[in-house]
T-cell receptor, first 115, second 116 residues
Framework: AQSVTQPDIHITVSEGASLELRCNYS??????LFWYVQSPGQGLQLLLK??????LVQGIKGFEAEFKRSQSSFNLRKPSVHWSDAAEYFC?????????????FGTGTRLKVLA | KAGVTQTPRYLIKTRGQQVTLSCSPI?????VSWYQQTPGQGLQFLFE???????NKGNFPGRFSGRQFSNSRSEMNVSTLELGDSALYLC???????????????FGNGTRLTVT
């Protein structure tokens, strides 16, 4: 069955440190890939997306993600974390099912940033 | 452009009651999807509507239903509420016309439903 796995439920980093959030998917082809961020009491905001082409994609707020087909992964990175990055991060894929696209989300990674 | 608007923001209901949640998509967006978000479960897909037709449905019981109006506004209804229905319900809209997965979802801030 198609699925998205975010193996880290919680991650804590110090402000200014680098960050990598992991995401793996299970699907027979390359899906469309997304990262979203959710601040407390808010909906989800799109950080970046990958459809095809260059496997390193840049997003908003200084985030980037790298697609690795061989590992079925789409990890999110940021070189230097800011306190305002504390939030929950969701990886998602869009796959075709019954002729239309359906989105599957991971269970999320909650990021805590230490001052 | 106004974002996705969900009303109400908070709801408290009693077991056995029913509830209706509302979602107004971004102007011009014709696809509306609903998700249930609970701690540890992430976002679970409920259903998606496009041009007043349900196009996809998740694995939820028949107590969960929805509809979309001609102006693309959508409602979801949960009947005979159970304690386990307590969750954040998120609505998302997308401009896609042909079901292309390349149109990201735009989310509202959600309705927090508490069932006591």
């Amino acid at each position: 069955a198609q699925s998205v796995t975010q193996p880290d439920i919680h991650i804590t980093v110090s402000e200014g440190a680098s960050l990598e959030l992991r995401c793996n998917y299970s699907y027979g082809a390359t899906p469309y890939l997304f990262w979203y961020v959710q601040s407390p009491g808010q909906g989800l905001q799109l950080l970046l997306k990958y459809f095809s082409g260059d496997t390193l994609v840049q997003g908003i707020k200084g985030f980037e993600a790298e697609f690795k087909r061989s590992q079925s992964s789409f990890n999110l990175r940021k070189p230097s974390v800011h306190w305002s990055d504390a939030a929950e991060y969701f990886c998602a894929v869009a796959i075709i099912t019954s002729g239309t696209y359906k989105y599957i989300f991971g269970t999320g990674t909650r990021l805590k940033v230490l001052a | 452009k106004a974002g996705v608007t969900q009303t109400p923001r908070y709801l408290i209901k009693t077991r056995g009651q029913q509830v209706t949640l509302s979602c107004s998509p971004i102007s011009g967006h014709r696809s509306v999807s609903w998700y249930q978000q609970t701690p540890g479960q992430g976002l679970q897909f409920l259903f998606e509507y496009f041009s007043e037709t349900q196009r996809n449905k998740g694995n939820f019981p028949g107590r969960f239903s929805g509809r979309q109006f001609s102006n693309s506004r959508s409602e979801m209804n949960v009947s005979t509420l159970e304690l386990g229905d307590s969750a954040l319900y998120l609505c998302a809209s997308s401009p896609l016309k042909d079901g292309s997965g390349q149109s990201p979802l735009h989310f509202g801030n959600g309705t927090r439903l508490t069932v006591t």
